[in-house]
């Protein structure tokens, strides 16, 4: 896929399986169009149970995003795998998942940021912007001022992630980024709170 053909929406929520399966139908009737589901305990047959489900909730117009798993990915027929600096390189991920699903790649700085964007990943994140409490062991806050070196390296799609909230998100997008990803800020009341963002992020 090339860079051209890939338009990130401004909201990218992140549904982590604490907050499941509840927020999953509230996310699609606020009218989201991508979601990424996001689960750490490792448990390969309830992530696949959950991610079909998900599937089955939000039907073919949100794109589906798997952290970490390649595998699962392609198990659950979801259109995507989002994978961090620890997990397998974007390019053996790309080798699973073949030249039609997206994949994104996280960053934190900007050697990392210049090296991800060599690869085939289709869209590259970058963060914490902010202080989060997301992680038990975050990376270091980038701020706004990460945000816009990072536009600065890369033509690729470009999201932020890390203590976003409706109160910050537009100084995200006018710092650079094209999406902003969002898991604490949504967590209580998830649909009004995705359509207030939505708002804010016109």
Partial sequence: M???TL???????????????????????AGITLLQYRNKSGDARLML??????????????????NDRADLC????????HVGQDDLSPESVRRIIGPDR????????????????KTSADYLAIGPVFATGSKTNPDPVVGLE????????????????????????RSVIDAGADSVAVISDLIRDPRKSAEEFLRVLG
Avoid at 49 to 66: D, F, Y
Avoid at 158 to 166: D, K, N, P, S
Wanted: net charge positive; proline share 7%.
């Fill in 2 to 4: 090339t860079e051209t």
């Fill in 74 to 81: 392609l198990a659950a027929g979801f259109d995507g795998v």
């Fill in 7 to 29: 338009k990130l929406p401004r909201l990218y929520p992140i549904l982590d399986a604490a907050s499941f399966p509840g927020a999953a139908a509230m996310f699609g009737a």
């Fill in 49 to 66: 149970e959950q991610a079909r489900e998900l599937k089955s909730h939000l039907g073919p117009t949100v794109k589906l995003i798997m």
């Fill in 102 to 117: 997206w994949l994104g790649v996280s960053t934190h700085n900007p050697e990392q940021l210049a090296e991800a964007d």
């Fill in 146 to 169: 990460g945000v816009r070196r990072a536009r600065e390296l890369t033509r690729k799609p470009l999201v932020a992630i890390g203590g976003i909230t409706r109160a910050n998100a």
